[in-house]
């Protein structure tokens, strides 16, 4: 208590040293502009689990922690986008990244078990790995702990390169969101691999219930067709706002309204709220902040392909960013963006 309203000399002692990793990262700037050019071939695992989940994927070097964390990480694996805090972690001394500005219910964790991260705006994929081999850690949901591990299988020469974001293979469902983390899960995993286990039909239940598959979850189950799908909306979306991430709300007793109402009060020029996404009639219902306009560039993806850094937009709903014409052409003729394109004012 004596420390109220200062740092505390863990948090003090961290940001010194997250000084010295951001000085050293911008000394080694020079090594990461090539990388930034080149394609990564990760193999991101889930440790702890037998069987594991795995999604085999190619994403640029260029590409924002935020971002890749937002519009690959999550589709990619099957987790829910702007629900959870996340933390990645460099392997090679502990440094933490998150996004600093989510208000996301459980990034209260954060002072409890990293007390302060670096804002992942601030750095991209090339400027921690930066070689075959080398592992950053990626922990989504910080009150559940789900642990992955994304290795370097390869890494691709400028002209090998395309920039583009492409899921490769995987296997194994995604676990329930909300759940207990690794260990826990690896724990109903090695009872449903038993069909004639006592908790068998009690665990396969559970996980059916929080996966909505009740009656039919198969932890195995892996649909890439499904999961690149689910990419390809992320990249065709605006940048979830983290500090308006998702949550619950309910009718407040006295108020008479919805917190929902409370909430369109208070954000920003170029968001909206879009209350009910679980589509429940009654009830506490699932409210998120959304951006209506396009991202920053330093922060986007092509909305067709991926690529980083993609300078021009959709002449018509000024949203949408894209690297170049024939990408924006390419994803107008597929319908991807047709249906969904509405013209600025």
């Known amino acids: 208590m004596i420390y109220s309203g200062r740092d505390t000399p863990e948090v ?30 990760i193999n991101m695992y889930m440790p702890e689990l037998d069987p594991t989940v795995r999604r085999r994927f190619k994403v640029s070097g260029g590409i924002v922690l935020n971002t890749l964390a937002d519009k690959v990480l999550m589709p990619l694996m099957g987790w829910v986008r702007n629900y959870h805090g996340y933390v990645f972690c460099d392997r090679r001394e502990g440094a933490c990244f998150g996004p600093k500005d989510s208000n996301a219910i459980d990034m209260m964790h954060v002072n409890f078990s990293y007390f302060y991260l670096m804002d992942d705006k601030r750095y991209k994929l090339g400027d921690l790995l930066t070689e075959k081999g080398a ?75 929080a996966c909505n598959v009740t009656g039919r979850f198969d932890f195995t189950e892996f649909n890439l067709a499904e999961r690149q ?11 979830s706002t983290q500090s308006g991430s998702k949550m ?14 409370l909430l369109r009060g208070r954000v920003g020029k170029g968001q909206r709220v879009v209350e009910n996404l679980q589509g429940f ?4 219902t699932l409210t998120e902040t959304i951006s209506t306009r396009a991202d920053k560039k330093d922060l986007s993806l092509c909305a067709n392909c991926g690529k ?21 052409t390419l994803h107008w003729k597929e319908g991807r963006h047709k249906l969904a394109c509405v013209p600025k004012g």
């Open 135 to 209: 592992r950053l850690g990626w922990t989504y949901d910080i009150g559940d702990m789900w642990r992955h591990e994304l290795e370097v299988e390869d890494i691709l020469s400028p002209e090998e390169s395309t920039g583009a974001c492409e899921l490769l293979e995987g296997s194994g469902r995604c676990p329930p969101e909300d759940g207990h983390g690794n260990v826990r899960y690896n724990k109903t995993l090695q009872i449903l691999k038993n069909k004639k286990h006592p908790e068998y039909r009690k665990k396969l239940a559970e996980c059916g219930e």
């Open 12 to 41: 003090q002692f961290i940001k010194k040293l997250a000084e010295r990793k951001d000085a050293a990262l911008a000394a080694a700037k020079d090594g990461a502009m090539q990388r930034y050019k080149q394609d990564y071939v």
């Open 229 to 239: 799908q689910a990419l390809k909306e992320a990249l065709a979306s605006t940048a």
């Open 308 to 328: 980083p850094d993609a300078q021009s937009r959709c002449g018509r709903c000024r949203v949408l960013r894209y690297c170049s014409k024939e990408c924006q």
């Open 248 to 261: 619950y709300t309910t009718q407040l007793g006295g108020f008479g309204g919805n917190l929902g109402d």
């Open 281 to 284: 009639s009654n009830g506490p």
